[in-house]
């Protein structure tokens, strides 16, 4: 049938010329049809620009509806990490529950939202230590409370940023990377 194709289509004289549009319609139809991407660009000898193109420019409009990325919010993120680390749900039960195509897509998030929380260093004692004055003990736990308290206006501050910015459609957070002037 391949060579079939290769009589019907115009082949391409070199990598640099143009491909025959009647061709690129039915690689089109063959991906859309169920044709591995991988394998398309072996038998037909393409660039993965190319056929990324073709399928966004060409693609029936039920090929882009099922291919449509999901994309979440922050609050969303935030709120599954959440429920992770509460033991609410689990990262498999996450990604069924929300819809998620990837577990490690969870995971990302959830490595993401660890580095914004401070950890409370619990400090080793030796034996000879144990007779603390009782003060140290309440200016620690003094210490360990305000710590925690913060900790939750962090959390806080971070989901009201979070809504806002979903609600309002506007970057509050300056993104890593970005080059100041």
């Known amino acids: 049938m391949e060579h079939q194709d290769q009589e019907i289509y115009a082949l391409r004289e070199h990598k640099q010329s143009r491909f025959d549009k009647r ?12 044709l591995p991407r991988k394998e398309a660009l072996r038998i ?12 966004r420019y060409f693609g029936s409009p039920d090929y882009h509806e099922n ?16 429920a992770i680390e509460q033991g609410r749900l689990t990262i498999k ?10 577990e490690q897509l969870i995971r990302k998030w959830i490595k993401q939202y660890q ?3 401070v950890e409370i ?18 200016e620690k736990e003094a210490l360990q409370k305000a710590l925690q308290e913060a900790e939750l206006k962090i959390k806080a501050l971070n ?5 806002a910015e979903d609600q309002l459609k ?3 957070r300056k993104k890593s990377g970005a080059k100041q002037s």
């Not at 061709?23 to 169920?34: A, D, H, P, R, T």
Request: glycine residues 2%; charged residues 35%.
């Open 44 to 55: 037909y000898d393409l660039g993965k620009t190319s056929l990324d193109s073709w399928m």
């Open 115 to 117: 580095s914004e929380k």
């Open 170 to 172: 506007i970057d509050i």
């Open 23 to 34: 061709l690129i319609l039915k690689i089109v139809k063959e991906v859309e049809n169920g």
């Open 121 to 138: 260093c619990i400090e080793n004692t030796s034996p000879m230590a144990k007779e603390k004055s009782s003060l140290k003990d309440l």
């Open 159 to 163: 989901t009201l940023i979070d809504v």
């Open 67 to 82: 291919i449509k990325r999901r994309s979440y919010s922050n609050l969303q993120k935030r709120t599954i990490v959440t």
């Open 93 to 102: 039960e996450a990604k069924t529950a929300y819809n998620i195509k990837d």
